[in-house]
């Protein structure tokens, strides 16, 4: 019995002791912090700025190639040489479980991701809850959601995507079987 009243008694004052160290450290640290220095920080010795033109002013590389919404493109550099107009090419649908159906929208060209949202996609005449997830193909040509239906075939409704070149896919409507 001594044993354990010593040891409880050990514990609860090194517990005390660990939350007034806190206490008292991290009030201390922040009215002792310092300001970062304003400025880019010095350039190693042997190291000079590249050389510009004969103004005195600093010359900044091209930005990277952005898409329509002035985004930096994350999957690499796209040529925008396609001109044909974007299309859906074909619609895949799975049944996975009794009440949910993976439904694949396959495309001619790549599609910007950003363009995506639930209201692209319309289920028998309405749109996907908020926050439904797509997920893309490395080539970015194929849109991947989960969809809840319970019937054999739906009337899908795809619109409102864009490719990265900037077209429009046409809206279409598309009476779609579920494979099982």
Known sequence: MVYNSSMKR?????????????LIVVPCTAAFAEPAPEGFPPL?????LPEGDSSDKKTCPPPPPMD???IINYRGSRTYNETLPL?????????????????????????NPRSVKPNSLIINNSQLPFG????????????????????DSFKLRVQDIRSFNGFLVEPIEILT???R
């Open 10 to 22: 050990l514990k609860t004052y090194f517990l005390h002791f660990i939350i007034s160290s806190f």
């Open 132 to 151: 439904t997830r797509f997920t893309f193909n490395k080539k970015g040509n194929t849109i991947k959601t989960k969809v809840y239906t319970t019937g």
């Open 68 to 70: 329509h919404d002035n």
């Open 87 to 111: 299309k859906v090419t074909q619609v895949k649908c799975k049944r996975i479980a009794e009440s949910v159906v993976c439904v694949e929208v396959f495309f001619n060209q790549s599609i």
């Open 44 to 48: 190693p010795p042997g190291q000079e």
């Open 177 to 179: 079987e579920v494979e």
